[in-house]
Every structure is written in structure tokens, then in C-alpha cells.
């Protein structure tokens, strides 16, 4: 995720210069610094690629033709493409998270039926310029939940709390059942799941018969016993594996990644499971 502390523009117009934006994958994941921008403000600019956000820290006021809106630490929402905005920090350390990118990356090319029936209306809508979404409404919070958690796999202090926080999501989500967990750390007890700072940990899951992995990056190294975990390749495995090619594909993916350490340094610095698959397409 890169970190963002001024505005350029297109020569001869004031529609962003989205730095890192790529045609064959249109999406950059930034930190926004907002009080060290020139003159304390970001200036008028618009672009074409769609902008859901997420304040972290402090308030910020939103401009666009039609008005004006306050997001509070905490708040967020939709800039609609096209969408002509400025923004003004109201206070000190101000601090954003944006995921900017084309509709391109949802729909596809526009004769998709996806795009024609549940993109297009959006994006065309005149009258929609933003979407503001504000933790005391319930059902915007669960979606300003997940804004959040886009941006960053776990913020746990250590290794064993990382990986419960996945475990635990993943069951939130209905991956794996509730022993899952001990079953992870039993595994663990008896004998390493570590390579090279690398976790692999494994186990059987008895919800469902698909084969579930789950990767972790943490932004530093994670300590644990004798190691410094930097990413986490969590597999769980159906009680009956219908497909061994399918698993033995997995594992052999899984360590051609873990001995190829460039590719570890990008994943490292991967901002969110989008930047994390940006990365696993370019290798490819």
C-alpha cells in the first residue's frame, strides 16, 4: 500500500495522475497523509476510476458539485467515476485509505452482462456522486468492516494471535469447523510447520469437502520461537481429498513460492489480497 502526501495531474486538466495504474490490472490500494498535502488541502480532480475509502484517523470534510460531507475516524464510502471532489482535512493527522480502481476490474469489458445490469447504472448515475457510509447504521458499519479489513490481512502483535485471527475468520465464514483450531495447533505441538520463515500450517477441516487456503502478510516479521514469520500459507484439508493432483498442485505451488525469495519481498509488501494477487499475476 503506498503511502500518499500530494496530488498530480494529467498535463492540461485536473483528472488525477493515478500513479501505478495499470490497463491490465487497473487498481492501486494507497495511504493518504492527508495534512501534508500543499496548502493542507487536496485540490478539485476527478478520474475515471471509481474511489471507496476509509478514514482512519481524524475528520474529513468531502466537496463535490452537489455539497458537502463530514466522515468522521471511521466513517467512509463510494466517489462515483467521473465524480469532480476536493477534499479538506478538519484537524490535525488526518489519515485515509483508498482503494481506487476502473469498473474494468469488477465486470470486465462493458458488453458483460454484470456490467450492463449491475455496474453500468452506477457508474452512468448523474445524480449519484457519493455513497457516504457511517458506523452508527449497522448495516454500513458490516460494509465499513470490510473496507477495512481489505487494507490489511491482520494487525495482530504476534504469530499465534495472527494465526487464530484467521482461523477464526475463516470459521466465522463458514471454511472450517469450530476444532479446526485445535486441530492447527496440535499439528504444531508435534512438529514444525515453518520454512524458512515461512508458515505452512495444515490441518483436516470437517465444513465442507473443498480444499481452503488462506494467506497471511504481515507488514514486519512476526516472532515465533526461533523464527520471524513474514507470510502465512494456511491449508485446510477435507477429511476425503476427491482430487490428489489438485493437492499435490497446491503444495507444489505453495513451495515454489516459499523458495523463490523475491517473490516473498513482493508478497511482503502487498497491501491487501488485491496487491497480494497482483503479484501472483505478474509472476505468471
Known amino acids: 500500500m503506498k503511502i500518499v502526501r500530494g496530488i498530480d495531474f494529467l498535463e492540461g486538466s485536473r483528472e488525477e495522475q493515478l500513479p501505478n495504474f495499470e490497463s491490465n490490472f487497473p487498481y492501486i490500494a494507497s495511504r493518504a497523509e492527508l495534512n501534508q498535502y500543499a496548502e493542507g488541502i487536496v485540490p478539485w480532480h476527478w478520474h475515471k476510476a471509481v474511489e471507496v475509502f476509509y478514514i482512519e484517523r481524524g475528520n474529513l470534510e468531502y466537496s463535490t458539485p452537489n455539497g458537502y460531507y463530514i466522515f468522521p475516524q471511521g466513517s467512509g464510502g463510494m466517489v462515483n467515476s467521473n465524480v469532480l471532489h476536493t477534499t479538506k482535512p478538519q484537524g490535525d493527522n488526518t489519515v485515509q485509505l483508498l482503494h481506487i480502481f476502473d469498473p474494468s476490474l469488477i465486470g470486465g469489458e462493458t458488453e458483460n452482462i454484470i456490467v450492463q445490469k449491475y455496474i453500468m447504472p452506477i457508474i452512468t448515475a448523474g445524480e449519484l456522486d457519493m455513497i457516504p457510509l457511517y458506523p452508527d447504521n449497522l448495516e454500513q458499519k458490516e460494509v465499513l468492516d470490510l473496507i477495512k479489513k481489505a487494507f490489511?490481512?491482520?494487525?495482530?502483535?504476534?504469530?499465534?494471535?495472527?494465526?487464530?485471527?484467521?482461523?477464526?475468520?475463516?470459521?466465522?465464514?463458514?471454511?472450517?469447523?469450530?476444532?479446526?483450531?485445535?486441530?492447527?495447533?496440535?499439528?504444531?505441538?508435534?512438529?514444525?510447520?515453518?520454512?524458512?520463515?515461512?508458515?505452512?500450517?495444515?490441518?483436516?477441516?470437517?465444513?465442507?469437502?473443498?480444499?481452503?487456503?488462506?494467506?497471511?502478510?504481515?507488514?514486519?516479521?512476526?516472532?515465533?520461537?526461533?523464527?520471524?514469520?513474514?507470510?502465512?500459507?494456511?491449508?485446510?484439508?477435507?477429511?476425503?481429498?476427491?482430487?490428489?493432483?489438485?493437492?499435490?498442485?497446491?503444495?507444489?505451488?505453495?513451495?515454489?513460492?516459499?523458495?523463490?525469495?523475491?517473490?516473498?519481498?513482493?508478497?511482503?509488501?502487498?497491501?491487501?489480497?488485491?496487491?497480494?494477487?497482483?503479484?501472483?499475476?505478474?509472476?505468471?
Request: aromatic share 10%; net charge negative.
Open 152 to 284: 490489511n490481512l491482520s494487525e495482530q502483535e504476534d504469530y499465534t494471535s495472527a494465526l487464530n485471527y484467521i482461523i477464526d475468520t475463516l470459521e466465522k465464514r463458514g471454511y472450517v469447523d469450530a476444532d479446526f483450531k485445535e486441530r492447527v495447533w496440535e499439528k504444531e505441538s508435534k512438529s514444525s510447520m515453518i520454512i524458512d520463515n515461512i508458515a505452512i500450517p495444515h490441518a483436516v477441516q470437517k465444513a465442507g469437502d473443498a480444499i481452503v487456503l488462506s494467506v497471511g502478510v504481515f507488514r514486519e516479521p512476526m516472532p515465533y520461537k526461533n523464527d520471524n514469520i513474514q507470510v502465512v500459507f494456511l491449508l485446510a484439508l477435507p477429511e476425503e481429498i476427491r482430487d490428489e493432483n489438485l493437492l499435490i498442485c497446491v503444495y507444489d505451488e505453495i513451495m515454489s513460492l516459499v523458495k523463490n525469495d523475491e517473490l516473498i519481498e513482493k508478497i511482503t509488501h502487498s497491501g491487501n489480497y488485491i496487491d497480494f494477487m497482483k503479484v501472483l499475476y505478474k509472476r505468471n
